[in-house]
C-alpha cells in the first residue's frame, strides 16, 4: 500500500498484480479511519477483468499501482489466493462495500459524494443509504454525460464542483477504466479524501440492475447472471476475454500452490533428517 498509516496485513500476489487481503468491513473501518484522520486515499476493487488489464496493459498497471488498497472482487480471485496458498479472507465486491463505507461513514460523521452511474441512479442509491444509516451525510452528487471525460471543458467543470464539495469519501460510478483516470486527476484536488472506484453499483443499490441471488454470488457464477442481463455488452468481455484468462490464473495458482507444498514438505524432510542424526 502507499500508506504508512493504514494497519499492518497481508498483501498477496496474483499473476505479479497485489491484492490485499481485507474482510469488507476491516477495509470500510481502515477508510473510515484514514479520512477522518484526514489523510486520502484510493481504493480499486478488481475482478477478473481488472486484473487482466493490469496484467496486459502498462498504462492502465501505473494506475493500479498509484491505488492504496485493492480489494477483490471475484471469486476466481479468492479461489485462486487459495490454490496457491495465500488465502484471501473473503470476496470484497464494490456492490457490497459500499454499505460498509456508508455506515461506518455515518458514525463518523464523514461526508460522501456520488459520481457517475446512469441518471438517477446516484439520487436514487442517496436516498437508500440515507435512510438505512442515520446521520449519513452526503456532500454532492454528479451524473456527468457520455463523453465528459474528452471535453476538458467538461472534465475541469466537474472537478472544481466536486473539489467545492469536500468530499471527505467520493464513490466513482464510471465503470474501468475510466473511474480510475478521472480518480487520478481528481486525487490532487482533494488530497484529503478518499476514492472508491465502485463501477456498476449504484445500479444495484437503486434497484435498476438486479443482483445475483446470493448463493450465485458465493458460487462463482454471478458472472452468468450478469450475462444474461447484459448479453450484448458483456459476452466479449466474459467469454472472449474472462474465461481464458480465468483458466490461465487457476493454473498458474495451482502450480504455485504445489510448489509452495512441495517446498514445505522438503523443509520438514531436512528438519526431520537433521533431528535423526
Not at 477483490?72 to 459500499?98: C, F, K, N
Not at 458460487?219 to 468481455?237: C, K, M, T, V
Amino acid at each position: 500500500m502507499n500508506s504508512s498509516h493504514l494497519a499492518a496485513h497481508r498483501t498477496i500476489l496474483l499473476l505479479g498484480v497485489p491484492i490485499d487481503a481485507l474482510t469488507l468491513d476491516e477495509a470500510a473501518q481502515q477508510i473510515a479511519a484514514e479520512a477522518a484522520a484526514g489523510r486520502g486515499g484510493w481504493v480499486v476493487t478488481p475482478n477478473l477483468d481488472i486484473l487482466r488489464r493490469a496484467t496486459r496493459d502498462a498504462g492502465f498497471r501505473r494506475l493500479y499501482d498509484e491505488t492504496t488498497m485493492r480489494l477483490a472482487d471475484g471469486m476466481p480471485l479468492v479461489w485462486a489466493s487459495r490454490l496457491q496458498r495465500t488465502p484471501l479472507p473473503e470476496r470484497a465486491a464494490g456492490s457490497d462495500l459500499i454499505y460498509k463505507v456508508a455506515q461506518h461513514a455515518a458514525a463518523r460523521g464523514l461526508s460522501l459524494f456520488m459520481l457517475g452511474g446512469n441518471p438517477g441512479t446516484a439520487e436514487k442509491s442517496v436516498s437508500l443509504l440515507a435512510a438505512r444509516y442515520a446521520g449519513l451525510r452526503i456532500a454532492g452528487v454528479e451524473c456527468p454525460p457520455l463523453g465528459f471525460e474528452q471535453d476538458p471543458a467538461s472534465l475541469a467543470a466537474l472537478i472544481g464542483r466536486v473539489e467545492l464539495s469536500r468530499p471527505d469519501i467520493v464513490l466513482v460510478a464510471l465503470g474501468c477504466p475510466k473511474q480510475e483516470q478521472v480518480i487520478k486527476q481528481l486525487r490532487p484536488r482533494l488530497p484529503d479524501a478518499w476514492f472508491v472506484g465502485v463501477g456498476i453499483t449504484f445500479s444495484f443499490v437503486a434497484g435498476d440492475v438486479g443482483r445475483a441471488p446470493h448463493w450465485m454470488r458465493s458460487s462463482g457464477l454471478e458472472w452468468i447472471h450478469r450475462l444474461l442481463q447484459e448479453p450484448r455488452r458483456l459476452a466479449r468481455r466474459y467469454l472472449v476475454d474472462g474465461l481464458p484468462f480465468a483458466v490461465k490464473l487457476l493454473a498458474c495458482s495451482s502450480v504455485k500452490g504445489l510448489l509452495k507444498r512441495n517446498e514445505g514438505l522438503d523443509s520438514r524432510m531436512s528438519r526431520r533428517e537433521s533431528v535423526d542424526t
